[in-house]
C-alpha cells in the first residue's frame, strides 16, 4: 500500500491567493461605503420623516433601493436633529436635502429642484 502524499505548497498558495482576494474585495467594498456620506447641517428647521417620506426623497433625488436601505436612517436622524444633510459622493456634493416648516426641499446636482411636503406629498418636480 502506497501512502498518500499532499503537495502543502499547492495548499498553502491557494490558501495564500484565497486570502489575499478576500482582503481585496473587503477593501473595495470599504471604500465603496467610504465614497457616499451623510452630513448633517445645522438649520433652524427640524422635522421627523416616516420611513416611507424618506423612500420618496431618496428615490426621486437617484438613490437605489440599496443605497435607501443603507442611508435612509441617516438621512432621516439627520433631519430630525439638524434639519439640513448634505449627501456627498467622493468629496462632491451630489444632494441637500433641507426642511422649511412641514416640506423637504431637495436639491440635487443632476436632478434639480424638488419640493416634497409630509402632509400632501410631491409640491413640484415629483413623480
Sequence with gaps: MKAIAYNT??????????????LVLGEVGCARRAEIQVIPVSSRNVLELNADDVVQVMRRAGFS???ILEYGPAL???????????IKMKNIVEVVFAINGDSVYISSR????????IHT?????GR
Design 76 to 86: 432621516q436622524k439627520g433631519l430630525a436633529e439638524s434639519g439640513s444633510v448634505q
Design 65 to 67: 433601493d440599496d443605497q
Design 110 to 117: 443632476l436632478r434639480g429642484l424638488f419640493i416634497y411636503n
Design 121 to 125: 406629498g410631491w409640491v413640484s418636480g
Design 9 to 22: 505548497i499547492n495548499r498553502s498558495l491557494v490558501i495564500a491567493v484565497s486570502m489575499s482576494a478576500l
